[in-house]
């Protein structure tokens, strides 16, 4: 569907357009400054299982994981919609508790529920639709260059490793979207690139390679891997932390030049920032490394399942 | 779920949001204009069934309906997501023809298809979030004044009598939503409320009603019928007409003191507008009226089922 939204842009060529699909969000011309469109769908038996979210852990997902990628463009989330579809047999007071998580968080954000839907349908879904206004650079996939340090926020494997703890039939807690909101702007006016690590760390890092047209080398031992990765995982965990989905962390790429700058931005991120490999020149592949520089054998390395469109 | 987010918007109060949800679309502040922003789903199953469109024609409804809500309140549309929930073994030809559909349409209208997603799920289900700006007036449902008249764009009940010849088994083809996206903003220059008609004439006049604080009769010989609802339904025509649904026509009310201005404008809608009726003191309930003044009971005259959430 990418490629497809892709083309569609393409055919379009509308002035109005700075960022059409195939971004985290797109960017368009709605005003004095930049508004960044996202949208999203969590759906029951794809995303999640009935039991693994409260309905207002749930809602608050749902807004995390937009607000996610409007970060990842370096905007603050302005306005959102809900779209509910639920079967006729949920919960009044489950609905309401969802809608309230999600404006709860959106309201933490800085952003407000302005309209929704609920219609019924088999199962629950939850599609958002949520905007942001950049007030300083918009970050995207396509700015990497040679030479790059790349950098990623927070702990990465949590959520994977929680994931396979319940697929075991162990009740272990969700772990919730981390908040990059303050983050995303910040890190956005040092960044030659930025994506929210969405399908894994490896794979995320493949479409900016492909967007920049540049290669990357990640060293295996500087990945910073959630505690609860390591504890499941063990030896395994670098690698789990790197091909593993849904932790929802800024990678994003930084001229050396801007180093600088990062250092005294990294302090007022309100998360870790760790840097993890370097921007290399060849083809837009994503090459995992051991401390003696070895290739990592990786099941995702670097390729794009189009899992998610 | 109406309800609930107007107490939301209550609670939060913020600036930003000049209407807040319970309206067609939510108006909001982004820049110099005003901006509308509006969300609604297609499930099959529950909005429509297999084989009723084609996926192009399902793509091109999914955006009318959505712009439907935008043209209510006076904007033009500029911006859609598009959020698609698809079985994964649906032909990717149907996604893209469905894609197109919706893209196409929304050229035509105006505006740009922007973003989206694809998610895996157990059937169909199209979520738009659709943005509109306002250059003049802005339209809600609230304005309706004792006095005013009350006015319908184009014809009702074709698509209700199309739904009632499915369900009997019988292969009529299912009509396309009406654009009215020229007319919403020029019917807004002098209207005092506006709603687009999706639940039915006489429950989408009760909002309006509820939302201004006053009652309104309606003459049913007065009521624009489609010729395929009068063919099919025929001396229960007028009835049926004003209270089925799915006919996303413009419903509004203007004040006397604009009918001269309302004269000049019709001419260029590109529609039918007929006056049906009036808005009156009292409970926010809606009559309809005989020729002799007699009320026609109604299943649904007035009051709100609530069905659309």
């Known amino acids: 569907m990418r490629s497809l939204l892709r083309e569609l842009a393409r055919g379009g060529g ?30 029951e038996g794809t995303h999640f299982r009935a039991g ?12 995390r994981i937009n607000a996610s990628d409007v970060a990842a463009m370096g905007a603050r989330p302005t306005f ?22 999600f404006a709860r968080a959106a309201c933490r954000a800085g952003a407000v529920l302005v309209g929704g839907n609920l219609a019924a349908g088999p199962h629950l879904a939850v599609t958002v639709a949520l905007l942001g206004t950049v007030s300083g650079r918009v970050a995207t996939r396509a700015g990497a260059r040679v030479g790059d340090g790349v950098y990623v ?11 396979r703890a319940r697929a075991a039939g162990r009740r272990v807690r969700m772990p919730a979207v981390p908040d990059r909101g303050a983050a995303g702007p910040r890190l956005a006016a040092v960044a030659s690139a930025m994506i929210d690590v969405s399908d894994g760390l490896l794979q995320d890092l493949g479409h900016v390679c492909r967007a920049s047209g540049v290669g990357a080398v990640i060293e295996a031992v500087r990945v910073p891997v959630a505690a609860a990765c390591r504890r ?22 930084v001229p050396p030049r801007r180093a600088g700058a990062l250092s005294r931005i990294a302090p007022q991120l309100g998360c870790r920032l760790t840097r993890i490999g370097t921007i290399v020149a060849g083809r837009p592949t994503v090459r995992l490394v051991d401390a003696r520089g070895r290739t990592v054998p990786s099941p995702h390395g670097g390729f794009d399942h189009f899992r998610r469109g």
Chains 1, 2 share one sequence.
Not at 16 to 42: E, S
Not at 153 to 163: E, F, H, K, Q, R
Request: net charge negative; hydrophobic share 50%.
């Open 14 to 43: 509308d002035a109005r357009v700075i960022v059409g699909p195939g971004d985290d969000a797109a960017v368009v011309r709605a005003g004095r400054r930049p508004v960044v469109l996202t949208t999203d769908t969590l759906v």
């Open 52 to 63: 693994w979210w409260s309905p207002a852990a749930l809602g608050e997902r749902a807004f």
């Open 80 to 101: 959102a919609l809900l779209a509910i579809e639920a079967p006729g047999t949920t919960a009044v007071a489950d609905l309401d508790a969802l809608v309230r998580g």
């Open 153 to 163: 926020t927070g702990a990465l494997g949590a959520s994977g490793a929680a994931v």
């Open 232 to 253: 499941a995982q063990g030896a395994h965990a670098p690698l789990f932390a790197a091909t593993s989905g849904e932790d929802y962390e800024l990678l994003l790429t």
